[in-house]
Structure formats: C-alpha cells, structure tokens
C-alpha cells in the first residue's frame, strides 16, 4: 500500500451566536441553511480526510520518518473536526431559534384584509373598514369615494382620459390584493360587477383566501 500525503486542514471557526429578532427571522433562517449547508460539506470532507490519514497511518508503520507526520496531521485533523461538530450544533441550535421566532412573528403579524366591490356601496367599505380595523387587522379599500362615471370624470385631472384614469384605479387596486391575506367581496344584495368579478378572479389565481359580505348565488 502506497501512503498519500494530504495536507491538514485549518479547522473553521466556530459558528457566530446569532440571535434573531421576529422580523429578521426569514433572512437568518436562510442564512443559516447557507452556512448548515458549508459546515456539513467542509465536516464531511475533513472526515474523508481523517480515513486516508488512519490508511496512511497505517502504511507508516514501515516508515518511521512518516510516522510522526501523519500523527501531527491526524491531530490537526481530530481537532478540526472536533470544532466542525460544535459549529454544526450550534447552528442547529439557531436554526431551531430562528425558525420558533419566525412562527411568533407570524402568529403576531396582522392579518391583511383588501376590500373589493362596487363603489356605489361606499356605506359598505365604511362600515367594514371599521369592523375590521377593531377586529386587529390591516385593511386596504378604495382610494376614490366615486359611485358614477360621471362623478370619476372629476378625476381626470390625475391625467389622461377617463379610461385611462379608471384602468389605472383597477391596477392600483390589483396591487393591494397582492399585498393582502384576504379579500372580502362586498357584494350588497347579491351585485358583483364586471371590475370587482375582475378582482375575485385575480384574487383566486394569486391563491388569496376570498370571503363574501353575502353568500354568492
């Protein structure tokens, strides 16, 4: 058997002590799987490391010279791998933290809820606006107090034509679905119409959980 000389390898430093706050939780998590991820493949090289150092020992039996190398080296090699294992448990032991913190983040995080219909029921939007701002949760509405054409033509000063003003409202109003949790349809008497049909579907497509001021016929 014909020994092959491998260099030690400097041990790593112990992993940092991270402590998270709730907000910050998703970043460490993912950093912390980055860094998991480096410790795991530099421990599992060492170790193949260490199993050609014990064959190397072995051949060195023949070789006295050699044989306080490979010792040294097999130290090195021990006490490398002595700090990989305590850096591996305590990024286990953060990633545990981070990922309890992150679930108490998100336990504690308002639920988003975005208003959809007809402005012609603006009575409505009031109402549950204030419903559920009570309730503890965010709430996103209408921007634009209008019920008629006619009264969002008073509008065009925000530029462009009528049309345009009002295909600008509708994606302004698709932007604040994004960014809910829920969207409640306040369909009063049963009416969805054909922009607030537009929603729902959007709604549904984005995975949004939908509920209804009334139950849809």
Not at 33 to 53: I, P
Not at 113 to 137: A, H, I, M, P
Not at 140 to 168: H, P, Q, V, W, Y
Request: with cysteine; net charge negative; glycine share 6%.
């Amino acid at each position: 058997m014909v020994a092959t000389a491998v260099a030690p390898t400097t041990p790593l430093a112990p992993a940092t002590s991270v402590t998270a706050q709730p907000h910050d939780a998703p970043h460490v998590l993912a950093d912390l799987y980055t860094a998991s991820r480096a410790y795991t493949a530099a421990f599992e090289h060492v170790h193949d490391q260490e199993g050609q150092l014990h064959c190397a020992r072995q051949a060195a039996q023949d070789h006295p010279g050699f044989d306080g190398w490979v010792l040294a080296a097999a130290d090195k090699l021990h006490a490398t791998l002595a700090s990989l294992r305590t850096a591996l448990d305590d990024l286990t032991a953060a990633s545990r933290q981070a990922a309890w913190q992150s679930d108490a983040a998100d336990a504690n995080q308002p639920e988003v809820v975005c208003l959809c219909g007809s402005t012609r029921f603006v009575d409505e939007f009031l109402r549950q606006n204030l419903r559920l701002t009570r309730e503890g949760k965010i709430v996103l509405s209408i921007g634009c107090d209008t019920r008629s054409d006619a009264e969002l033509g008073s509008a065009r000063d925000l530029g462009g034509e009528l049309t345009a003003t009002k295909r600008r409202l509708a994606d302004l109003h698709m932007r604040k679905i994004d960014l809910a949790d829920q969207v409640l349809i306040l369909n009063v008497g049963g009416y969805i119409g054909e922009s607030t049909r537009a929603e729902v579907e959007y709604a549904a497509a984005q995975g949004k959980a939908i509920d209804y001021l009334e139950a849809p016929t």
